[in-house]
């Protein structure tokens, strides 16, 4: 096992890193930019590291600042959480020819999976269900006509090298493919440099379901089931749970085993998230995460297994903790993403938290940086934590959430706590009837007004 391990990453997940390695007997090294020394992942590892100025790109995204983090303090590897660098090949390149090991896939792994039209083809031949679409990239605006034709309309023009939504244009009927086709290569071009796009069929009202996945490196892997992640805002998730309410025990087994089989072929290394659209009893893969998700824990809380933990275990040599006739799935999760935002509008709020009171209780997990006192800063992403509640089944979940919701308190800044407290109350959120387009619907009702 490692002795020392660096936490490349800030804010809860910074946190979260750094207690799975204290409960493994690895010391720790936190590293922050002069805007986070503050920070509880500061306060809380064994040694810290200041690599820069507020800005992302000069401290938390600057890889010769990191790679001498490590050279300084004897770390022997690097734990990237989600963000920043998890999914760089060349930051795992770099620090691995430093000889500090890489808590994650291999550099091959994360640049197949970060090309979209490459990770479709492999997921393809590995067995995984996919959107029908075009074979690689569409060259010509004739071509992706013709193609159109053949898998019928409406249709989605995706960029290869893809992000965050962005490059991605619906056409409805031919008349809208030719601007549709040249807006899509435009933004692919001033978003990523890279103009490739590629064609799939539109689904129209999918539910957005992964699944969990830890391999060994070796061959080895097992699925831990599967999150539902629809209830969406600009692509961004709001609301996760585990198990999904669209799935069964059988549906469950089947798509997971898939999975499992499909990232053990591979040789994969570590966790990693198989994301699928779920759309009249078929899965549809969308893409490949090759690092630890921010709503990993509802899959921590129904099956019991630390994902960090495992994590580093695979990074250390060490293999997987469980076999996949280990894993069973108990009661129902629920993670809420809290934001420093304005509920209502999503205008970040950032600034002092003057009072704060976390809710408590069984089936009650909070994964949060901040405390009373803390100064938010205006430089990062505004998730500040993260509510999760377990109970023996979805509706026990359901109750208890509400419970927690009326206790959090969070005063001095704007949270979308209020959002959560509007959601629980919504018959279509408690009987789990909501797909991907659900929340945003639901936002266009004004429900603050
Ligand atoms: P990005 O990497 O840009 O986020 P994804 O391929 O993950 O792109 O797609 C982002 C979102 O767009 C998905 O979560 C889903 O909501 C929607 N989407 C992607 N492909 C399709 C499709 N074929 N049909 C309908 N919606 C889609």
Redesign the pocket.
């Known amino acids: 096992m490692f002795n020392k391990i660096l936490i490349a990453n800030r804010g809860e997940i910074a946190l979260r890193v750094l207690r799975a390695c204290k409960e493994l007997g690895i010391r720790t090294v936190a590293v922050h930019s002069t805007a986070d020394a503050d920070a509880m992942h500061v306060r809380l590892a064994d040694e810290s590291v200041c690599i820069g100025p507020p800005k992302a790109s000069e401290s938390y995204l600057n890889i010769p600042q990191l790679v001498a983090a490590c050279e300084i303090t004897g770390a022997e590897a690097v734990h990237p959480g989600y963000g920043f660098l998890s999914e760089n090949a060349r930051f795992a390149e770099i620090v691995e020819a430093h000889g500090v090991k890489f808590i994650g896939p291999s550099a091959e792994h994360i640049r197949i999976m970060g090309d979209?039209i490459e990770a479709k083809r492999t997921a393809q031949r590995l067995g995984i269900p996919v959107?029908p679409?075009s074979d690689g990239a569409v060259e010509t605006v004739e071509a992706a006509a013709e193609f159109a034709e053949t898998i019928g309309y409406p249709v989605?023009i995706?960029?290869s090298a893809?992000?965050?939504?962005?490059?991605?244009k619906v056409a409805k009927s031919p008349d809208d493919l030719a601007e549709a086709y040249a807006t899509a290569r435009g933004e692919a071009k001033a978003a990523f440099g890279d103009d490739a796009v590629y064609m799939?069929?539109?689904?129209?009202t999918?539910r957005?379901i992964e699944v969990q996945v830890l391999g060994d490196g070796k061959g080895g892997a097992v699925h831990l089931g599967e999150r539902d992640c629809s209830l969406?805002r600009r692509?961004q998730k709001v609301w996760e749970e585990a198990n999904s309410p669209a799935l069964n025990a059988e549906s469950r087994e089947k798509i997971g085993a898939i999975c499992a089989k499909a990232v053990a072929d591979l040789g994969y290394a570590g966790a990693g998230t198989i994301?699928f659209?779920y759309e009249n009893g078929e899965f549809?893969f969308?893409?490949m995460n090759t690092r630890l998700q921010v709503e990993h824990p509802i899959t921590e809380a129904i099956t019991g297994i630390d994902l960090v933990v495992e994590q580093i275990r695979v990074a250390a040599g060490a293999g997987l903790s469980v076999k996949q006739s280990d894993i069973e799935f108990k009661g129902h999760a629920i993670e809420c993403r809290i934001n420093a935002e304005n509920a209502a509008t999503f205008t970040p709020s950032p600034g002092q938290i003057t009072y704060y009171h976390p809710p408590g209780g069984l089936g009650v997990r909070v994964d949060s940086g901040v405390y009373q006192g803390y100064r938010i800063p205006p430089y990062y992403d505004s998730l500040i934590g993260k509510l999760i509640v377990h109970g023996r089944n979805r509706v026990e979940c359901l109750m208890r959430l509400r419970r927690c919701l009326d206790e959090f308190v969070v005063d001095g800044i704007e949270t979308t706590i209020p959002l959560f407290r509007k959601l629980i109350d919504n018959q279509d959120i408690a009987n789990g009837m909501y797909d991907?387009h659900w929340l945003e619907k639901f936002l266009e009702t004004r429900p603050f007004d």
């Open positions: 979209k959107v679409g989605l995706k960029a893809g992000g965050g939504g962005r490059g991605m799939e069929k539109l689904l129209l999918p957005h969406q692509h994301e659209l549809y969308i893409e991907i």
